[in-house]
Each structure stands twice: as structure tokens, then as C-alpha cells.
């Protein structure tokens, strides 16, 4: 199988190739922007192999996408492409809009044409994979529910509401032109190679440089854990064994509150490092409670019963051995992480129109 991955140098994206080149005997074409947020350092591993081939372009770009659908000849797409970080739509909403609608809408019509031209039985082969967030389902807060795939759509933050509309006109091309489509909605990623914006990498790195590790409001909203591995094994199971028209939600069966995940975090470095431990007692005095998030959602949580009864998928890691497997690759990946920091994003706070230094 032939796939061709959108925003591959990402988070999730990077994580999903390194499962289907490992782990597969499938060919794969990267097609990412490399904004702030892609790194082929996250691929170093894979890069030299021969089914991996990556292409710098912009999914906006129709004509760039097209070009390289004519020449790939992909069997499905995975768009993964997106702006995904709540704080920074709320300070510049426009980059989601283009990038989380117009380029999806770009992608859409390209794949179409490239599509309708492919042979009856690879046309009816095909498939194109859209992943997205629970976050399109808006808030749980006071509600004892899970969010399940026929939940209604209420987006609070600019990229939620660039999220949902991508998925609208993903389902408008299947239901109107008749592609071939499929839909995930994932819970919240962690692991390895997160950039270092995300709650848990933000965290881990702060506590080593020994900076105060910000806690939003009361701490005390709830969000599900998803390893990001797990996640990459889900994705390729609905690829490849999903209902074209279906969706499918994607969770870790993991919900906890954020000020736990942050104890967890200093518990677990207090055990793994306690010798990088600068100028505190304890990690956990590094703690400090800051201004909320305008509109931030109280609680997420996903029910995934149907990918599991449907199928067959479910999570490897509890949080608890997810959350040690990557405070550990941390440790052991610091210059990753330096490489990552070298860039435009320095540990501001982001979200709030002002920028101010997490120091």
C-alpha cells in the first residue's frame, strides 16, 4: 500500500510513519510545510529507508498536491496537516483558519480530481483518512458522559472551531462527491518527540531548567491520555480495516487532571533525576497557578468502545507507564529537545495576547 501523510514531520505524524515503516511493508511520501512545529529530526531514524520519500509543500498549495499525487500514486491519504495548539489560535486564529480549512478544502479538491481518474477497482480501493480532535465536541464540564461519535458539535477555541469545520467539508466531499472517506477523533497525545509548547514536554523541561511549572486556573480540569504510539497503531487499523462514511473516536481510557499530571511529572523526575533538581527542594515546589485560558474546556473524555468492538483496537499503555516512558525519553533526548528550543518558540505563554516569559 501506498499511503501519502500530511503534516508527517509533526507530532502525531512523525510518530505514525516511524510505526509504518518499522512496523509495516508499506511505502509512505511525508507531504509537510515544516512549520515551527514539523522536525525531521523526529524521522532521523527512517529517513535513509527506501519506502520513505519526504516533500516539502504546503497542503494550501493545490497544485503542489497535485503534482505530487499524479506521481506518488497514493493508495490513501492521512491528513494530519493542521494548526494544533489552543493557545496560539487565540492569539493568531488566522494561521488555523488557512492552514485547518483552506488547506484542507485544497487537499479535498486535489485528492477529488486525482481520485476520479484512478481505475474503477482502485477507485473503490481508495481511501482518505482525516484525523482529528475531541476537542470539536466542546466541554463535559458537569456532564458524567463520555464524548461518543455521534456527539453534537460545540468548538470553544478558534482551533476547535477550525478542527470541526475541516471535518464538516471532509464529510460534505463523501456524502456529496461520494470519496471515499473516513474520520478519528483523538483524546489528548503524549510521548516522545511532543513539542514542547503541550502540557507535558512544557513541564518536564521546566523542571529541569528549574523554571516554574504553570498550572492553568485551579488545575483541576480533566482531560484523556492518549500515547501517541497507541494512537499510530489506531490510525492504521481504520486506514486500512475502516467503514468508508464511518467515525471513529480514538482514546487512552485515561482521564486525569491536569495539577496530576503535573505531580506526576515531578514524582517521576524526583525518581529518575533528582540530581537536575535546581534550586527547590522538591520538583513539585516548582508549581505556580496562573491566569486561565479564555474559554478553556473543563473536561474532555473519549469513549473508544466503537473502535474497539468494531475494530479490534485498543491501548497498549495506562498513563502511568506511558508517562514513564516519556519523562524517560526526555532524559535520554535532551538534545532533541535543545534543537526543538533553538527555534521561534522559547517557553512564552502563549493564549493570553501577552507574552510572558515561563520563567
Not at 506526576?264 to 527542594?281: D, F, H, M, T, Y
Not at 522559547?346 to 515561563?358: D, S
Request: glycine letters at 8%; proline letters at 4%; hydrophobic letters at 35%.
Amino acid at each position: 500500500m501506498r499511503i501519502l501523510v500530511t503534516g508527517g514531520a509533526g507530532f502525531i505524524g512523525s510518530a505514525l510513519i516511524r510505526h509504518l515503516i518499522n512496523n509495516t511493508e508499506h511505502d509512505v511520501l511525508n507531504f509537510d510545510k515544516l512549520t515551527y512545529a514539523g522536525n525531521l529530526e523526529s524521522l532521523q531514524g527512517v529517513a535513509t529507508n527506501t519506502r520513505y520519500e519526504f516533500v516539502q509543500k504546503d497542503i494550501v498549495d493545490q497544485a503542489a498536491v497535485s503534482e505530487v499525487l499524479g506521481r506518488f500514486k497514493p493508495d490513501a491519504i492521512m491528513h494530519l496537516a493542521a494548526e494544533s495548539h489552543v493557545d496560539r489560535s487565540i492569539d493568531g486564529p488566522s494561521e488555523f483558519i488557512q492552514t485547518n480549512i483552506v488547506g484542507t478544502y485544497s487537499l479535498l479538491e486535489a485528492t477529488r480530481s486525482y481520485w476520479l481518474a484512478l481505475p474503477e477497482d482502485e477507485r473503490a480501493a481508495f481511501r482518505f483518512h482525516h484525523i482529528s480532535t475531541d476537542e470539536v465536541y466542546g466541554d463535559l464540564h458537569g456532564v458524567d458522559d463520555l464524548f461518543t461519535e455521534t456527539t453534537p458539535y460545540a468548538p470553544s477555541s478558534p482551533y476547535s472551531a477550525s478542527k470541526a469545520a475541516s471535518d464538516h467539508l471532509v464529510r460534505a466531499w463523501q456524502r456529496t462527491y461520494g470519496l471515499p472517506v473516513v474520520v478519528t477523533n483523538c483524546s489528548n497525545n503524549y510521548g516522545p518527540f511532543h513539542f514542547p509548547e503541550k502540557l507535558i514536554p512544557l513541564v518536564i523541561l521546566n523542571a529541569l531548567a528549574g523554571k516554574k511549572l504553570p498550572v492553568y486556573g485551579n488545575g483541576l480540569q480533566v482531560r484523556d491520555w492518549l500515547f501517541v504510539e497507541d494512537h499510530a497503531r489506531a490510525l492504521l487499523k481504520v486506514v486500512t480495516e475502516g467503514k468508508v462514511g464511518e467515525t471513529y473516536n480514538i482514546g487512552g481510557h485515561n482521564e486525569q487532571k491536569n495539577i496530576d499530571v503535573v505531580r506526576g511529572i515531578c514524582a517521576l523526575l524526583e525518581e529518575l533525576a533528582p540530581e537536575q533538581r535546581k534550586g527547590v527542594a522538591n520538583y513539585a515546589d516548582l508549581i505556580t497557578y496562573v491566569t486561565d485560558r479564555p474559554g478553556h474546556d473543563m473536561r474532555y473524555a473519549i469513549d473508544a468502545s466503537k473502535i474497539e468492538r468494531e475494530l479490534g483496537w485498543t491501548p497498549e499503555e495506562t498513563f502511568e507507564s506511558g508517562l514513564r516512558k516519556t519523562v524517560q525519553w526526555y532524559l535520554d533526548n535532551l538534545e532533541w529537545c535543545r534543537h526543538v528550543q533553538d527555534g521561534s518558540y522559547q517557553g512564552e505563554r502563549l493564549g493570553t495576547n501577552v507574552k510572558e516569559l515561563i520563567a
